[in-house]
């Protein structure tokens, strides 16, 4: 099994920073794309940002210029840098890995909340 463990969530006033991080443990040989995606309440998970094992990365357009992603594959690790939150950016954040060609696992999620 693989499992995936997030933190870094928590309440900032819109404009701040915060910085996710989710670190894969357990049976797997490489761990292939990773990624960011986010869950507001009533609406449905989307993805904010990839990164392939080699450094190509993916954004969506709400993200684009404020969200960074990179990874540290000695560690097996994602991070999600995120600058000039806005209270748009709330939601459940959940890391997602692909551990085998095509067979994907998720972390428990972790909250973001933007609000003054």
């Known amino acids: 099994q693989v499992q995936l463990v997030e933190s870094g969530g928590g309440l900032v006033q819109p404009g701040g920073s915060l910085r996710l991080s989710c670190a894969a443990s357990?049976?797997?040989?490489?761990?292939?794309?990773m990624g960011w995606y986010r869950q507001a309440p009533g609406k449905e998970r989307e993805l904010v940002a990839s990164?392939?094992?080699?450094?190509?990365?993916n954004y969506a357009d709400p993200v684009k210029g404020r969200f960074t992603i990179s990874r540290d594959n000695t560690k097996n690790t994602v991070y999600l840098q995120m600058n000039s939150l806005k209270p748009e950016d709330t939601a459940v954040y959940y890391c997602?890995?692909?551990?085998?060609?095509?067979?994907?696992?998720w972390g428990q999620g972790t909250q973001v909340t933007v609000s003054s």
């Open positions: 997602n890995a692909e551990f085998r060609r095509g067979m994907y696992t």
């Open positions: 357990g049976s797997f040989f490489t761990i292939y794309a």
């Open positions: 990164i392939t094992r080699d450094g190509r990365t």
